[in-house]
């Protein structure tokens, strides 16, 4: 009935001390807010659905050129280091470095936009997110949520962005990738600017941080875990038909 639920045998194996209690709570949510999408991209064409799950963005891509894999592959990486940390501090610039990569990370945004695209009716896009100009940067992680909100909701998907919001914090972001932070204690404190001499004292308490980056990481795991889950159903080789539009021999 779309309802995600952990089943007896896994609560026996839930580390729900401390922060992780937001984790585990918030991975039940984001799964609820993204499986509907990936079943309605499904159900509208299944052969688009398939190319959004093969992700060949470039003619030309091959082995090793595909960052959501490193991504996979890092994060839980990046997790065992920083809970094998021996001071605070390090531990905590680790937790930072992560919650960063994770909202910037370019293929979940991509991942997402076309399973909305495809229930819609509309075809797999190699680039959902173009820059501007091309060669320039792409648009900003907020820029990508609020074009992936328009999208969700003329498909009526409108929960597929609430992990995205819940998660996003543009300043966070900006003080870490610009190393603008500092630790005090147990707080992050940042200056943004505000106009020429006028700055902007923030402070992120520690429940503050915690709960960014357990969100953080339960969106990350829902969406790696809903994107293995349908990759998974296709045991067999079998035959569907091709998008009309997709050759017209």
């Not at 339960?218 to 889950?229: C, N, T």
Request: charged fraction near 25%; charge should be negative.
């Amino acid at each position: 009935d779309g309802t995600w639920s952990f089943t007896e045998e896994a609560k026996t194996k839930i580390d729900n001390t401390g922060f992780k209690q937001i984790y585990s709570d918030s991975i039940l949510k984001y799964l609820e807010c993204f499986s509907p999408a990936f079943e309605k991209a499904k159900a509208t064409s299944e052969f688009e659905f398939i190319l959004s799950l093969l992700r060949i963005h470039k003619e030309f891509q091959d082995v090793g050129w595909d960052p959501y894999e490193t991504t996979l592959q890092l994060i839980p990486r990046m997790v065992s280091l920083y809970q094998k940390a021996e001071s605070f501090e390090t531990e905590r610039d680790l937790q930072l470095w992560i919650y960063g990569h994770i909202v910037e990370a370019s293929e979940p945004y991509e991942i997402l936009m076309n399973m909305v695209r495809v229930a819609r009716g509309l075809r797999f896009n190699t680039v959902c997110f173009p820059p501007k100009k091309w060669g320039a940067i792409q648009p900003s992680p907020g820029k990508k949520i609020q074009l992936l909100k328009e999208e969700a909701s003329a498909a009526n998907l409108p929960k597929i962005t609430f992990p995205l919001e819940e998660i996003w914090n543009g300043n966070l972001r900006n003080a870490i990738f610009h190393s603008d932070y500092s630790i005090a204690g147990d707080e992050i404190r940042t200056m943004r600017l505000k106009a020429p001499g006028s700055y902007e004292m923030i402070r992120y308490s520690h429940e503050q941080i915690m709960t960014y980056v357990n969100k953080a990481l339960a969106y990350y795991d829902a969406l790696e875990k809903i994107y293995r889950l349908n990759i998974g159903l296709y045991k067999e080789p079998m035959q569907i038909d091709v998008h009309p539009g997709y050759s017209k021999s």
